[in-house]
Every structure is written in C-alpha cells, then in structure tokens.
C-alpha cells in the first residue's frame, strides 16, 4: 500500500526531475543569453542597452515587464545609502512579474545587470565584450559579477514554464541598475512596491548560502603637501610620501580590526573587512614635488556593526597616524565618504528562506551547500533593511573573479544554480495540482 | 696730475652711476613689463600670446627682431633632448638684436618666456595671473622663473640706451619656448645660428654666479599589480603598495648618491642629486585592488656624470629592488625615459663670462657674488654644448619659490640683477667713446 506521503514525495520527486530537465534542455539558451547580455557593456551608468535586452527577452518569456527609471525624488531620503549622479536617464530597472495563481508566498528574484569597468585592456587573454568561451567557461566582464545570475533567474522561469508548473505565489525577476555604486536600482525597485515573502540575489556566492553580508564605505582621502621645484625637492612637503604613512596606518588598522571581530559566520574568512585603497591620482608634473594627493578605497564592514561607529574609528586612526608626524599633524589628511554606503546586513541562517535553498540544493547537487558569510556589500540590505523582505544570496561563479581582468564563470554551475533556483521557487511560492497534471498524470 | 688710468677709471665709474640711474629711472617700467608678462600665461606649450608682448615690445625700444616657430625638422636629431611634442605651431621663439658698431665681443641674453601650470589654485593666496603686488614683491606664475629674467634683459639693454651707449660688440635677447619641458626654444635658437662670445641666462640665482648645472632627467615608472574585488583584496596584488617598496629604493639609492659625489661647487649643497616622484596614478576604481601605477619624476645629476651611465645605475637600482619582492621579481617595473633630458654642464668657474659677471656683481652691490652650482637643469647645456657658446646663469628671484603656489619675486633685487646685466654687457661688449660723449662730456 502506497501512503499518500509516499505519493507526494514521489510526485516531488518526478517535479523536480521533469524541471531539472527542462533547465538541462535549455542550456545552450543560458549559454546564448549570457553571452549576449556579455556583448552589450553594461557599466554602472551605462545600463540602458543591456537592459533593452533583458526587458525583450522577458517579454518573450511571458512575464509581464515593468520598466522604470528610478526617481531621484524618491531616493532621496536615502542620499547617504546610493549613488544618484549621474541620474537615471537611459538607465531603467526592468522587472518582470509572473503572477502566481494565488495562496502562494510570493518571491523576488534579483540580479544586478551594471558591471565595473573593463580596466586595463591588456590584462585581458581576451575581449571583455567578447563573451568568448573556453570548454566550460565564458570569459567577460559580468560574466559571473552577474550576468550570469540574471541569466538563472530567466531560464528557471522558463524552465518552470516548459515543465508547466503553474505557481500559486508571485515571482517578481528584477534586473536592476548602479548596485556597484550603491545599489539605487534596488532600493528603487523597493519603493516602487516591490516587497515579497523572500528574495534571492543570485551574486556569485560558488553556490553556497550566504544570509550575512559585509557592509562597506567608500573613502576619499585627501593629503596637502607643499610643493617645490624637484631640484631642491627638500624644500617641499611630497603629499606621496606622506600618503604613505596614512597608508601603513589603514593597513595596521584593518590587521587589528581583523583580530578583534568575533562573528561565527567569518571564522574562516582571514581578512573580514579589507580595507583596499583603489584609486590614488597625485601632483601634476614630474619635476615638482607633488602638493596634493587624492586616494579613494573601500573599507568592510561586518554585521552587528554601525557604520557611524566604524566612520568614528577610521576618522579615529586617521588622526592618530597624523600626529606622530610633524607635517601631518599641522595638515591632517580630509577624509570624506562617498558613493553608496553598504550596511552590513544578515538574516538568521536557519530562517525559511535559507531552508529552502539549501533543501533545493540538496535535491539537485546530494550534498548540503555551504552556508557562509561574504565579505562584500551588495544589495541585500536594501530588501531586509528597507523592504523588510528576507533576504540572501545563492549563485554561481566566483566573486574572486570579478572586478578583474579574465572574469569568468562555469556553464555547468550556472545550470546548477538555475536548477536550485527553479526548484526554490517551486517550493517557496507552491503550486496547484492543476498545473501539473498535464505532465504528470 | 691726473693718469690716463685714473681718467678712465674715473669716465667708467661716472659711465656706471650714469647706467644704474637709467635703470633704476626705469623701477616703474620693470614693474609694469612684469606684471604684464605675468597676466598673460605661457604655460609650455601656450606662449604664443606671451611672445607677441615680447616682440612688440623689443620693436619699441628698437631691436631688430626675428620671430620664428622651431622646426621640428631641424631638432630630430636632438630628440632625445628636447621634447617636441605638442609641435611649435602658435610657439615662436622671439629674438630682439642690438647691433654693435663693430669690435667687441657678442653676447647672447637669455630667458625662457614658458612656465609651469599653475597648480593647485587654493594653495594660492592670490590668481597666479594677477601679478598683485605685496610691499616690495610681485606675485604670480613665471613672476620669478623667469619671466623677471626676461624683463631683466629688457630693461638692461633700454637703460644702456637711455645713457646713451653705442656698444660694440651685438647683443641678441632671446625670449625662447619650451625651456620647461626640455629647451627646444633654445636649441632652435643655437640651430638657427644664434652663437656668441658669450651668453647668460637670467635663471633665478639669488645673484649668484652659477657656472655649473645639474643635470636632470625625467622618468615613468609603470607597476603592475594583480585586481582582485576588494573584498577580498589578499587575492590581488596592490600596484600602490608594491610602488611604496620602488619609491622607498629610489630614496636610499638618492641618499646614496649624495654620499659619493665630490664635486667642489656642490660641497654646500646637502641633496646635489635629488629624485623626486612628481606624479603618481593608480587603478580605477575604489573597491578593486590597483592593477596598475604610473609614476613620473625626476632625477638629478651633476656635472661630470654621463646621462647614459646615470640611466643604467638608476635601472639596477629598480631591478635589486624588485629582486627582493616575490611579485616584483616575476614582475619587474618598465622604466622609460621621457621629455628633455638635461645632460649636466659646467664651464670653468674663474671664465672670462663669469669674471665679468662677478666684477659688474661688485660695482653695483660692493660684494662679490657667490659662485656656485645648482641642481636644475635648464638651458646652459644647449649653449655650450651644441652652441659651443660659454654660458653661464645669473639672476633675481629664489629657485625655491618656482613651480611653488605663491611664486613672486622681489622687485629690488630685479632691479639689482639688472644693473648688473647692464653692466656686464657695457664691459662685454665694450663701448665706443663717441657715444658717451653726449652724456659724460
């Protein structure tokens, strides 16, 4: 005699298998999209091409799209959390909805579509627009920093779809813009409405759970030194070498920081909240002794921290450094905030959301994913902390390999990834009997 | 009973007083000629504007004058010496020509009308272009180095006119381009023929005799890093920090030279060959670590040191430093040689061009003048070296406020340098009586 729990499990089990297919089918459509979305640059500020693309492909699909650009008006109050110059002209989110049946908990699917930019050319082995592929791996910026989790979130709605699974929930995929520069995209799309039971950023995350998030601030520093014909370079101040002690003191800062954070989830990261000087531009001509000096970095945050109380300790060792030198103590370095700013954000790890990813990840992949905690910001805190909508991260590729040159990413992992997104979304927003029977009576 | 000696010691002194009065009846005329060039800039690169002020006014106080733009041509097999980029379109030289009636020795007055940028304008107290006067100085870019040197020459030879003197020998005031960026002004002059008994360039000496210039060469160094995301930073290599471990070696290998040098002129000078990192560019992006750094400096060099030989200590010095960093060691720093490259001259320091500096120094302020080198490079070489013309500096002005915000320069001491230009071209290019007779008899 056969239970009805043995019939549901095994009608589960014929579901997820006849999904799973259906994303196996559509593998070279995830190959073909990725690279194309990878051949329209998309850098922040510069979406609107790529997101003309998503908005079609979207259509095609069936959903129902929504393309705005987002109201500075409206992102105001938040002025301090994004970046709004250059404004949002040409640069619209696009959503797409598809509208569960009802009853269902209803699910945001989201994915950045901006990337940095390309850098230095020549310290690519290929075109970064060429989206070439190499056996397994497609090469280009955005690749896994993460066009790559756009590209998941379409094709397992479009896998769910060939398999003819109706869902009761809603399902919302946003492609939003300016996520490298703050995040305006999403946060936008939060105000518009867009709240649900739970949202997925598909960020790659080398398919581990990741329901805790490092913040980040970006930092300009700037150094006064006085400036002198280069032949009697003694008479001057050089803002290089004095930037360089400012530099020393971050360092030994970040290295005390490191020792004193105590956060289960970063046990095993070894640097916890980096702090990366990116960006240095100084003086103007070679023969005289460089006056000024600009620098610009990001600093990590972790959970459980403020952002106004690591300000205050950063602005804190700025000064100290300062004053063990004669100059710099009479011309302290300015240092000011700019560009987004990331609070650090986490759910609990055992929160329904996580469960379901982790128990569709089980399903597809036999073994229990990873549940880490990542050391970058992203947006995450702006539908936990904004949209009071759970939030976390679960994606293919290897966020070592964004922001540099030969980013890259695995087909095969983006089809795994997109075979636990589908299998998530089933599970999270449910579906009628109806729906199924067509395939599997 | 009075000696012939007497007389004519007597007739010069009454020759002298009569030329420093002239020129000191020409204080307001200087001080108006400067501020003037002052107000209309001449960037290296930009003195078109500048030159038209000069040639007009050298037509006025009766020079014959040639107005030419270099000719790229003719300064290729100097390349290596001068830069001739961005070309000589809009960028005469001007030369004003004082014909002497025959017998005496030619002199050549030098001074380069180019300046370097302003710089930062809020380390200014004042519009580097407003030529305000404070008390006794005037302020501005080019105010001393050496826009006041080319007003020295100017008014030197009008004072001589005012007293009267028809001198012997020629006289040639050149106001030449591009001095900052390597000298192809001046060595256009030299190519198109403009070669003397002697020349003297009103580089700002603090009147001191100078016979003998550093030499100076720029530099670019290129450092490549590994980007990473900042987040995890550990997995890039920082260009910024590995450029500290470059600078660091360039700085003992400075003080190094500073130890070994023997140079007599230079025992007083406590950095004779100072390197200094003038401009420094790094990566492009805040949260990535810096792939990339550009640095562009300056190093020094004395008279009787070889630019090849210089070059090549300067390589090694950069190779050992890179052969004690992992990184560095699989990826060593491209150094290229870029601009002018000054070689370092001298001519001897008891010449006849010195000594008649030095005897004009003593008539007008009752001391000698000290004799001593610098540590810049600038126009000698191309006289002596490719002129064959003995050349030597001396000026008003204080090098240690060139290329500085706030430049200025004291009118008085101009107005001293002056005299004794004047003088020195009296004693130079000698007189004939005839034309004194008019005022001295």
């Not at 901006?114 to 397994?136: I, L, Q």
């Not at 290295?255 to 003086?283: F, M, Q, S, T």
């Not at 790890?349 to 089980?362: G, Y």
């Amino acid at each position: 005699m056969t239970s009805r729990t043995d019939v549901e499990a095994g009608l589960r089990k014929e579901m997820h298998q006849c999904i799973t297919d259906a994303v196996d089918q559509r593998r070279d459509d995830l190959s073909d999209l990725l690279q194309g979305l990878i051949r329209v640059p998309s850098q922040t500020g510069e979406e609107g091409a790529a997101q003309a693309v998503v908005a079609k492909r979207m259509a095609t699909d069936g959903l129902a799209t929504d393309v705005w650009e987002p109201d500075p008006a409206l992102l105001m109050p938040y002025a301090d959390h994004v970046t709004m110059a250059p404004g949002f002209a040409g640069r619209p989110n696009v959503v797409g909805h598809l509208a569960g049946s009802g009853g269902g908990r209803s699910l945001i699917l989201n994915a950045h579509i901006d990337t940095v930019e390309a850098g230095v050319r020549s310290a690519w082995t290929c075109d970064p627009f060429g989206a070439e592929t190499r056996g397994d791996r497609i090469f280009g910026r955005g690749a896994c920093d993460m066009k790559a989790g756009l590209v998941t979130h379409l094709i397992a709605l479009a896998a769910l779809r060939d398999a003819g699974v109706q869902l009761n929930g809603d399902v919302y995929v946003q492609s939003t813009v300016g996520e490298e520069d703050g995040g305006a995209g999403a946060l936008s799309a939060v105000l518009r409405g867009y709240r649900a039971d739970g949202a997925i950023i598909t960020e790659p995350t080398n398919l581990a759970v990741v329901p805790a998030q490092g913040g980040s601030l970006m930092f300009r520093l700037r150094i006064d030194g006085r400036s002198a014909h280069a032949c009697v370079r003694d008479e001057g101040v050089s803002a290089v070498e004095k930037f360089a002690l400012i530099h020393q003191g971050l360092l030994a800062f970040e290295a005390h920081r490191n020792r004193e954070i105590d956060h289960p989830l970063y046990a095993a990261i070894e640097n916890k909240v980096p702090i990366n000087i990116g960006v240095v531009r100084a003086g103007s001509w070679p023969s005289s002794v460089p006056e000024w000096l600009e620098a610009e970095g990001r600093a990590g945050l972790v959970p459980g921290e403020a952002l106004d109380t690591f300000r205050e300790s950063f602005l804190t060792e700025v000064d100290a450094v300062a004053a063990r030198d004669p100059w710099l103590r009479d011309h302290p370095p300015a240092v000011d905030w700019f560009g987004g700013q990331f609070a650090p954000v986490e759910i609990p790890a055992d929160a329904p959301l996580a469960r379901a990813v982790q128990n569709a990840h089980v399903a597809v992949a036999g073994t229990e994913p990873p549940v880490e905690a990542v050391t970058y910001g992203a947006d995450m805190r702006h539908f936990v902390l904004t949209g009071e909508t759970p939030c976390l991260m679960y994606g293919a590729g290897d966020v070592r390999l964004a922001h540099h040159a030969d980013e890259s990413i695995s087909v095969s992992e983006v089809v795994t990834a997109t075979k636990v997104i589908a299998l998530t979304v089933l599970d999270w927003c449910g579906t009628a009997e109806i729906g199924l029977r067509t395939r599997w009576s």
